[in-house]
Structures are given as C-alpha cells and as structure tokens.
C-alpha cells in the first residue's frame, strides 16, 4: 500500500503540474491574442477565445488521463493500453462504470485518480466562469 500511496503522490504532482503549466499557456494565448477583444466589439472573436480554451482544456485533460493509462499500462495493472485508457477516463472524470477493475495490488493508486480528476475538473471550471465573466463585463462595457 505504501507503494501506491508514494506512486499516487507522484501521479497528482505530475497532474497538478501538468495543469498549472497548461492553464498559465492558455492565459498567455490569451493575453497575446485575445488582449484587443474590447477594441473589436466581435461576439465571434469572443465565441472563438471560447473555443480555444475549451479544447486547450480538453487537450489538458487528455494529457492527464492519458498519464495515468501510460502508466496502468507499464505497471500491468491492466491487460492492454485500450482497456487502460478506458479505465483512466472513467475514472478520472468519477464516472466509474465499475466494467473494468484494478486487482487489489493497485485498488488504492486507482482511487485516488478520481478525486485528482474531480479537483482539475473542478479548477478547469472555475478558470472557464473565470474567463466568462471577463467576457461578460467586455460585453457590458460594449452595450454602455
């Protein structure tokens, strides 16, 4: 148990990090190209920053779940890369089918993939309210 407890810190260390340095990239994206949106008054430059970020987070997210199956997949936790894959994202977003199961060697790793993942959901949902709400206000200040 203690190698899964070592092995999970390192797993939502390299998540957390993953994201931090994700979310700092779209919010440079943003200030180098979407900086001039009041001077444009576009609903459609604003629709496409929407755009950007929400696959920028997608991408973020990919990346992370795509961590944890490498490494299902490398420990033998899972029988094939598919199957692992399956198992992270399900996992990952606290779906949980419960079709696939980890052996009990690898139980305790394997849950606490879902709190990591509901956590860098939660935060990929508060950065979007955080840039809608930005947009709200350019708008406002459009119609005054």
């Known amino acids: ?11 939502v260390t390299a998540t957390v990090t993953v994201h931090f340095f994700g979310i700092l990239f779209l919010l440079y994206l943003l200030r180098q190209h979407g900086g001039n949106l009041k001077v444009h008054h576009s609903s459609f430059r604003q629709g496409f920053v929407i755009l950007v970020v929400m696959l920028g987070i997608f991408a973020i997210h990919t990346v992370e779940i795509w961590l944890y199956a490498v ?3 490398a420990l033998g936790a899972l029988p ?5 894959l399956y198992f992270s994202t399900v996992t ?9 199961v980890l052996s009990p060697q690898w139980r305790v790793f394997g849950a606490i993939e879902a709190p ?10 508060a950065f979007l309210i955080s840039l809608m709400s930005r947009l709200r206000t350019l708008e406002h200040d459009w119609l005054e």
């Open 116 to 125: 990591n993942g509901l956590i860098l959901i939660g935060w990929s949902t």
């Open 92 to 100: 990952f977003s606290s779906v949980g089918y419960g079709d696939v």
């Open 80 to 84: 094939n890369f598919e199957t692992a």
């Open 1 to 11: 148990m203690i190698s899964d407890l070592a092995l999970a810190v390192i797993m």
């Open 71 to 73: 490494l299902y997949f």
